[in-house]
């Protein structure tokens, strides 16, 4: 049995205090996924984790900060990800910045929420995420799913979403993706 255990969040940063591990996603970590080329050490998001076990008595819980940028005219966004296995939901709540929530299935139906300052998104068991972030400011957001998810990135690096969120002549726009 864990110990139980407090921590602080940042909720404008999205540090968390103590963190126990940092993923940091720079542009060349993005190559392929997104229709223009992209390369360098231009940091797109990082997400800070509290490390519990891995088991589906345990929530995994992280904050995500999205950092503001385009690629050609595609919002910076995370690479997305269905679960391991798949069957297993996970929660969103923005604290600070606006982006978009954009879910799939296998079968290619799909899905977009707004997040917002206190936008609490659910997603579902089946449905791969990925969020954009459509504003000039950081997008941060805090996550819990359950412990044994896991990442699976295959299918998402492959042909990606089926739309994509891009910015228009009015703000963002969501359009086909033409590799799905
Ligand atoms: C959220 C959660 C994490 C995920 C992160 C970045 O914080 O869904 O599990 O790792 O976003 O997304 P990705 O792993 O798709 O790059
Ligand atoms: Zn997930």
């Known amino acids: 049995m864990l110990q139980p255990f407090t921590r602080v969040l940042d909720l404008g940063t999205g540090d968390i205090a103590p963190e126990n591990r940092l993923v940091r996603r720079r542009l060349s970590d993005m190559r ?6 992209c390369d360098g050490a231009q940091v797109v998001y990082e997400v800070f984790n509290i490390d519990v076990p891995e088991t589906n008595s345990e929530l995994q819980t992280c904050t995500t900060r999205l950092y503001n940028g385009k690629v050609g005219d595609e919002y910076f966004m995370t690479k997305g990800h269905f679960h391991e296995v798949r069957d297993r939901s996970e929660v969103y709540l923005t604290t600070s910045g606006y982006g978009r929530l954009v879910m799939a299935t296998e079968d290619g139906r799909y899905a977009i929420e707004e997040m917002r300052p206190g936008s609490m998104n659910y997603i579902p068991g ?6 954009v972030n459509v ?6 957001f805090f996550a819990a799913y359950i412990g044994d998810s896991g ?5 998402i690096e492959e042909r990606g979403f089926p739309v994509l969120v891009v910015e228009g002549p009015s703000g963002p726009e969501v359009v086909p993706n033409p590799r799905y």
């Open 151 to 155: 990442h699976d990135y295959g299918s």
């Open 32 to 37: 392929g996924a997104y229709a223009e080329d």
């Open 135 to 140: 504003a000039d400011e950081p997008l941060v």
């Open 126 to 131: 089946g449905w791969s995420h990925r969020s």
